[in-house]
């Protein structure tokens, strides 16, 4: 059976640091209340707990990631914002037309403000 390895304070504070206090997948400001440590390789899914293996994300990130790995995260994350481009661009319109952006929808607020 292996042996958990035991992460120091320090060594997270230096991740955080190193990251410049930002999620490592969406660069949004951490802090205490949103940071929150995560497995790039989950353990789940073949990934150790050390440190070349650990990022900080926010929160929620880190929540709806899941026991995804970081690849199929992004995958899923490119496929739902399609999807809803998709959705709020009119029929027959270029998407690519900057002035169709969120065309006839109300403004999403961001999952958490910080």
Request: with cysteine; charged share 20%; glycine share 6%.
């Amino acid at each position: 059976m292996e042996t958990k390895r035991s992460v120091t304070t320090t060594q997270i504070k230096k991740i955080i640091e190193s990251q410049d206090y930002r999620c490592a997948l969406t660069n949004r400001m951490l802090t205490p209340e949103t940071a929150s440590l995560d497995h790039k390789q989950p353990i789940s899914r073949g990934g150790t707990h050390e440190v070349a293996n650990l990022w900080v994300v926010e929160h929620v990130v880190n929540t709806a990631k899941g026991s995804l790995t970081v690849e199929e995260f992004i995958s899923m994350c490119r496929d739902v914002a399609r999807h809803q481009d998709a959705l709020s661009t009119p029929e027959g319109a270029d998407p690519s037309d900057s002035t169709l952006q969120g065309a006839g929808q109300a403004p999403v607020p961001p999952l958490m403000s910080v």
